[in-house]
């Protein structure tokens, strides 16, 4: 039987905020904007030239995380060759172009939906262990059970609040795109809202990374993109990101 969603998208957003990077883990304050608007930059910035920063630690890899890697994009491997595929594998998801307090994008769909890759690449770090503690400040922990992937196109996606990491999913493993990664839940900060955190950055890979892990440029209309069979690329948009704000 096919569930009716009776929530609107910014109404569970709004539930949902505390999870995706209020700070302190607390609600916004009323003076506080409770989204924040994306801000168009890929039409105004050219891609630089060069494969974006290889990561050199694992920054929020803790008794729950498997420790990074350091894999490097195929040299052969373009942008354009780049095959980008929708990050949750089922029919009825919604999601929403803005985002509490950062740029990253919650998709909310049921729980124990498909999550897998946005793009073939390498597993850079995963998160097997709910360690979050309700009420805890901000903080790599936010995310509950989550896994990250360097893609061929040298950006990285970030999923988390899973419910289940697949079976074989650690660091070091090859991915294609498309391939199961786990499964959506509400795991971490989730405010108890089935959904699966989505975010996009360069992999800095170094102490308090877990702030440019969780997603540093507008997902929205890249998501819009791949839902649609579409393959636009992130990739000028992460590399002009870093370039104004290297890894900090």
């Given at each position: 039987?096919?569930?009716v969603?009776?929530l609107?998208?910014?109404?569970?957003?709004?539930?949902?905020?505390?999870?995706?990077?209020?700070?302190?883990g607390?609600?916004?304050?009323?003076?506080?904007?409770?989204?924040?608007?994306?801000?168009?930059?890929?039409?105004?910035?050219?891609?630089?030239?060069?494969?974006a920063?290889?990561?050199?630690?694992?920054?929020s890899?803790?008794?729950?995380?498997?420790?990074?890697?350091?894999?490097?994009?195929?040299?052969?491997?373009?942008?354009?060759?780049?095959?980008?595929?929708?990050?949750?594998?089922?029919?009825?998801?919604?999601?929403?172009?803005?985002?509490?307090?950062?740029?990253?994008?919650?998709?909310?769909?049921?729980?124990?939906?498909?999550?897998?890759?946005?793009?073939?690449?390498?597993?850079l770090?995963?998160?097997?262990?709910?360690?979050?503690?309700?009420?805890?400040?901000?903080?790599?922990?936010?995310?509950?059970?989550?896994v990250?992937?360097?893609?061929?196109?040298?950006?990285?996606?970030?999923?988390?609040?899973?419910?289940?990491?697949?079976?074989?999913?650690?660091?070091?493993?090859?991915?294609?795109g498309?391939?199961?990664?786990?499964?959506?839940?509400?795991?971490?900060?989730?405010?108890?809202?089935?959904?699966?955190?989505?975010?996009?950055?360069p992999?800095?890979?170094?102490?308090?990374?877990?702030?440019?892990?969780?997603?540093?440029?507008?997902?929205?209309?890249?998501?819009?993109?791949?839902?649609?069979?579409?393959?636009?690329?992130?990739?000028?948009?992460?590399?002009?990101?870093?370039?104004?704000?290297?890894?900090?």
């Amino acid at each position: 039987m096919v569930r009716v969603r009776t929530l609107s998208s910014l109404t569970v957003l709004a539930l949902c905020l505390a999870g995706c990077g209020a700070p302190g883990g607390d609600s916004p304050s009323t003076a506080d904007p409770r989204f924040v608007q994306p801000v168009p930059t890929e039409s105004a910035v050219p891609a630089a030239p060069g494969p974006a920063t290889s990561p050199s630690a694992s920054a929020s890899a803790g008794p729950s995380a498997s420790a990074s890697v350091r894999p490097k994009a195929k040299a052969s491997t373009t942008a354009k060759s780049v095959r980008y595929v929708f990050p949750v594998k089922a029919s009825n998801v919604d999601y929403h172009p803005t985002h509490g307090k950062y740029p990253a994008t919650d998709l909310f769909a049921d729980c124990g939906e498909p999550v897998v890759a946005a793009a073939s690449g390498v597993i850079l770090e995963t998160s097997l262990t709910d360690r979050y503690v309700e009420g805890s400040p901000d903080g790599p922990n936010n995310g509950g059970l989550s896994v990250s992937l360097l893609g061929d196109d040298g950006v990285r996606y970030y999923g988390s609040h899973l419910s289940k990491v697949q079976s074989g999913i650690r660091a070091g493993v090859r991915v294609t795109g498309g391939q199961r990664l786990g499964s959506v839940g509400r795991t971490g900060n989730a405010n108890n809202v089935c959904h699966l955190h989505f975010g996009i950055s360069p992999p800095c890979a170094r102490t308090g990374d877990w702030k440019v892990r969780r997603g540093v440029i507008w997902p929205a209309k890249y998501l819009d993109s791949w839902r649609k069979k579409g393959n636009l690329s992130p990739v000028a948009t992460v590399r002009a990101w870093q370039r104004e704000h290297g890894c900090g």
